[in-house]
Structure formats: C-alpha cells, structure tokens
C-alpha cells in the first residue's frame, strides 16, 4: 500500500506532507507557491508588442514567459519552473506553468494554467505613425533649375534604406513619410538621429549641400524639454 486518502479532499496521493495531499497543503499555505489566474497586458494592435514594466517589446513567447515567471513567487527549495504556451482564447492565451521542488524533503509537483489577457492598447510609436508627427523634414531639392528626376529619386531611396538600417536600435525610425513636393521631394523622419546618420551617410556618396532649421514646436510633455523639429535644406 503506497497510497493514501487525503483527509481534506478525500483524494488518493503517494505524497504526503503534514497528513495533506500537496494540492491541499499548497492551498492552505500560499505562500510556497503563488501563480496567478490571470495576468493582464497591454498589447499594441498594430504591431503586437506588449508592455511590460512601462516599455513596449516585442510580444514573442519568451517574452511573455519571463512575464509570468516575474509573477510567479514561490518558498519551495530548488524550484524547477517550465511554463509552456498551451491554447489561444478570444482575449490572449493560456499557458501552463509546472513547479516542480521538494517540501520538507517531499517531492512536490505542482501546474497551474495561467491566462494572459491582452489590452488593446496602440502603443505610442504606432500612434504617431498614425499621425502628421515627425521630428526632421529633408526637403530634397535640385541645386539648378533642371531636375534631374533619376537622381532624386535614387537619393530618396538610399536615404529611405539608410533609414530603415536605423529602426533596429531607434523605433522612432519607423515614421517615414514622404510627399512629392513642386521641384523634389518632402521626406519626414521621425527620428531627428536617424535622418542625421542618415543624410551624413548621402553627403559621402553624393555631392549636396545642406542647411538646417531648427523649430520650436512645443514642450515635450514627459520630459518637460523644448521640443524642435529640424528641417534640413538638401540640394543635389
Ligand atoms: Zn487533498
Ligand atoms: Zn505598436
């Protein structure tokens, strides 16, 4: 006979700690091992990032993984966490988390299914590109009076590419804008540092001459800091 009833629940359990099964010994002392529910987060609808401590990332698995494990709090000794995806709800996703450790020298095997539920929420570059924002204007422009359009539209190009080289490090760099203007072409960055690097990069490749405007167009509202936007005179 290896196995007896739980006096609590009336179950049938190999492992006993202090007369309980371990389901009714954890729930009668939480404190070993807390998962909850439910856990709720903000995720972007356009492009699924998620936020977490303030800060929109990307919303893969891992990341909602290493959520959960900072949620979970747990007194067993030498716990072995896994949480693994396990079904998708009309809301987000359950996943399953497995503690497995030892209590008072009992092995102790413990899952719980765990919801995520995403906020719809439009994070604040996504929003901005839903907007007129941008933070520097390169107004392309021929330096005589014929356009040479295949030039233009070549230097349009590599700054469009130089830009896109950028976003891996400055999200900002996803607002990208361009408009046909009378004699060129209006690109809006939404990276001031981007369009920088980027037209640094065009003046080794072509020769133009640039001057820069700046102007004030407000008070950033979380930082308290004057807030300009450059606009950049190119001529090739
Ligand atoms: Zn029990
Ligand atoms: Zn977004």
Redesign the pocket.
């Known amino acids: 006979m290896n196995s007896r009833f ?1 006096p ?2 009336g ?1 049938e359990a190999k492992h006993f700690i202090h007369g ?2 371990i ?2 010994y954890l729930e009668d002392h939480p404190e070993l091992v807390y998962i909850p529910d439910r856990i709720e987060v903000d995720s972007c609808t356009q492009c699924l990032r998620i936020r977490v401590k303030g800060k929109w990332i990307s919303g893969r698995e891992e990341n909602i993984k290493e959520l959960i494990t900072s949620k979970i709090k747990t007194d067993i000794s030498s716990p072995d966490i896994s949480i693994s995806f396990h079904d998708e709800t009309p809301k987000g996703a359950i996943y399953r988390v497995d503690v497995r450790g030892k209590i008072e020298g009992e092995p102790v095997e413990y899952e719980k299914y765990v919801e995520i539920v995403y906020n719809r929420k439009v994070c604040d570059i996504c929003a901005k590109k839903g907007s007129t924002y941008y933070e520097a204007l390169v107004q392309l422009r021929p330096k005589s009076k014929e356009v040479d359009i295949k030039r233009m539209r070549e230097a349009f190009r590599f700054l469009r590419n130089e830009n896109r080289a950028i976003i891996a490090e400055d999200r900002k760099a996803e607002i990208f804008r361009f408009e046909n203007a009378k004699n060129g072409i209006d690109i809006f960055f939404g990276s001031q540092r981007a369009a920088k690097i980027a037209l640094q990069r065009l003046s080794q490749k072509y020769d133009v001459s640039i001057k820069e405007t700046y102007t004030l167009v407000g008070i950033d509202k979380k930082t308290g800091k004057r807030r300009y936007t450059v606009t950049y005179s190119v001529r090739l």
Request: glycine letters at 0%.
């Open positions: 739980c609590k629940c179950k309980f099964c389901d009714c």
